[in-house]
């Protein structure tokens, strides 16, 4: 759920668009003028402002501006008649998002708000290089082996200068997340970041979308456009899968890397450009090259610094820690719990070879969470959710006594040579949950309603990887006062 603030003198239009966009499930709040407007603004800390161009007192440009004086990162979009265009043109030259023409279709508006909530969650969430803090409203890049250890460096040592960054990994290795850090950590990081998927973009529209252009230049140019390049002016570009980008448009890459200038589509004036990049790809971009779909001396270009990733496979010392990260977040949602995972559910993960990376581990550890049950997660369902068969069975579900005879049933029908010891880790486990659970986490009153001595509860635990809370852990220090 983002946080939107409309700012129009037009009550009508108010209310019918914060319905609309409650209904999506956002948080709406509303105001009549620019003044009003700042005045909730401080306060509300929306993710992205909605604002007629034409206000009563304050004009839509001034509270822009104020606006993004109070934080740079804020995305605008700029609502105005069709008798205004222009101003809208320069609102978005000051780096409003974009702007709609009034009247709008309502898919329209939804489609260009999406793009914008997206651009407002890569450049003001923030990138944390560790996982050791608990505040999980962040973005985390985890793993203590040396390769991630030498990325932190790479970042810490590239982030503060102004060149090009080329981060390079397979999918799902967190390439995005590296380049919010690269930006998050740079001089420019109180400067517009705009972000360009050269894969999302119809290649028909891809050069507009990042050049802009001017009224005429083709059909249904009614107005003069400014691309997102020119929209970053002193910031940062993130040009995302750019091995996938049209050869015609690395042309223009390259000239804006070379001559800090570009120029838009029907246009003649060239237009000066400040702009850092940072380009991500999964591609061979040598093999690439080879193939004749891109351009040498643009690679040559990019790879000032390369940024790569390693997969998941090359790094399975990171697996504990990164699942340890996702059951605690998963864990805030509601509906789920953290009740940890077993040696063999660690194992399992181990022994995978993740071709879809930190992404598929990331899925496979919610499927798990979905469906166990609340119990810690066991290979067997380690195993389920990536094969993905795991189904809910209504029947087994009608008593916890049905679910544990299927529970053993599967494992003894899967072959594994341990079934007796990983059952009774299992059964163990979820039994261990349980007492937690009605003591609140209060280790000492589970040792009791266990019939076991506290040290023999906590040895079990640590054997089997049960973990508790930041909660649990401050009612046990409770016990010893």
């Known amino acids: 759920m983002a946080k939107i603030l409309i700012v129009d003198d037009d009550a009508a239009l108010r209310i019918s668009f914060a319905k609309i966009l409650?209904?999506?499930?956002?948080?709406?709040?509303?105001?009549?003028?620019?003044?009003?407007?700042?005045?909730?603004?401080?306060?509300?800390?929306?993710?992205?402002?909605?604002?007629?161009?034409?206000?009563?007192?304050?004009?839509?440009?001034?509270?822009?501006?104020r606006m993004k004086e109070l934080d740079p990162s804020v995305q605008s979009i700029i609502m105005t008649a069709y008798g205004t265009t222009e101003t809208a043109i320069t609102a978005t030259s000051m780096g409003a998002f974009d702007y709609l023409l009034k009247p709008f279709e309502i898919p329209e508006m939804l489609e260009l708000i999406g793009k914008a909530l997206e651009a407002s969650r890569f450049s003001r969430k923030k990138v944390r290089l560790d996982a050791d803090s608990e505040d999980l409203d962040v973005d985390a890049i985890i793993g203590g082996s040396r390769a991630m250890q030498n990325l932190y460096k790479s970042i810490g040592r590239v982030a503060p200068t102004d060149a090009l960054v080329l981060v390079r990994g397979e999918s799902g290795t967190g390439k995005e997340l590296v380049a919010r850090a690269v930006f998050q950590h740079s001089m420019r990081s109180d400067k517009p970041f705009v972000v360009i998927n050269c894969v999302a973009i119809p290649e028909t529209l891809l050069e507009s979308e990042l050049f802009g252009y001017e009224r005429g230049a083709f059909t249904g140019a009614n107005?003069?456009?400014?691309?997102?390049?020119?929209?970053?002016?002193?910031?940062?570009?993130?040009?995302?899968?750019?091995?996938?980008?049209?050869?015609?448009?690395?042309?223009?890459?390259?000239?804006?890397?070379?001559?800090?200038?570009?120029?838009?589509?029907?246009?003649?004036?060239?237009?000066?450009?400040?702009?850092?990049?940072?380009?991500?790809?999964?591609?061979?971009?040598?093999?690439?090259?080879?193939?004749?779909?891109?351009?040498?001396?643009?690679?040559y270009r990019l790879k000032v610094v390369t940024l790569p990733l390693p997969p998941l496979r090359e790094r399975l010392t990171d697996l504990p820690q990164l699942t340890e990260y996702f059951l605690r977040r998963l864990s805030t949602v509601p509906g789920m719990s953290n009740p940890g995972i077993s040696r063999s559910g660690l194992l399992a993960l181990q022994e995978h070879s993740w071709p879809g990376n930190v992404r598929?581990?990331?899925?496979?550890?919610?499927?798990?969470?979905?469906?166990?049950?609340?119990?810690?997660?066991?290979?067997?369902?380690?195993?389920?959710?990536?094969?993905?068969?795991?189904?809910?069975?209504?029947?087994?579900?009608?008593?916890?006594?049905?679910?544990?005879?299927?529970?053993?049933?599967?494992?003894?029908?899967?072959?594994?040579?341990?079934?007796?010891?990983?059952?009774?880790?299992?059964?163990?486990?979820?039994?261990?949950?349980?007492?937690?659970?009605?003591?609140?986490?209060?280790?000492?009153?589970a040792s009791r309603l266990l019939g076991m001595s506290r040290p023999t509860l906590l040895s079990r635990m640590e054997r089997l990887g049960l973990r508790v809370s930041a909660k649990v852990s401050s009612d046990n220090s409770s016990e010893k006062n």
Not at 23 to 40: D, K, L, P
Not at 273 to 288: G, H, K, Y
Not at 381 to 400: P, V, W
């Open 360 to 445: 598929e581990l990331a899925n496979c550890i919610q499927k798990a969470l979905i469906f166990n049950r609340g119990a810690p997660i066991s290979a067997e369902d380690i195993q389920s959710a990536i094969k993905g068969d795991r189904s809910c069975n209504t029947e087994a579900a009608d008593s916890h006594e049905n679910h544990g005879v299927e529970i053993i049933r599967r494992t003894l029908s899967s072959g594994d040579e341990n079934a007796y010891a990983n059952l009774m880790d299992r059964f163990s486990s979820m039994v261990i949950t349980e007492a937690l659970s009605m003591c609140d986490g209060n280790r000492s009153k």
């Open 22 to 65: 409650q209904g999506e499930g956002h948080n709406v709040q509303s105001a009549a003028s620019g003044e009003a407007g700042i005045e909730i603004y401080t306060s509300f800390n929306p993710d992205l402002v909605i604002q007629d161009v034409r206000l009563p007192g304050m004009d839509g440009l001034e509270t822009f501006s």
């Open 223 to 299: 107005t003069r456009k400014i691309g997102r390049i020119e929209q970053a002016d002193g910031g940062t570009v993130f040009l995302d899968e750019i091995g996938d980008m049209p050869l015609s448009i690395q042309a223009k890459i390259l000239r804006l890397l070379q001559e800090k200038s570009i120029e838009r589509i029907g246009g003649r004036e060239t237009i000066p450009i400040d702009v850092r990049i940072i380009a991500a790809t999964n591609r061979n971009l040598e093999q690439a090259i080879n193939d004749g779909l891109f351009r040498e001396d643009l690679y």
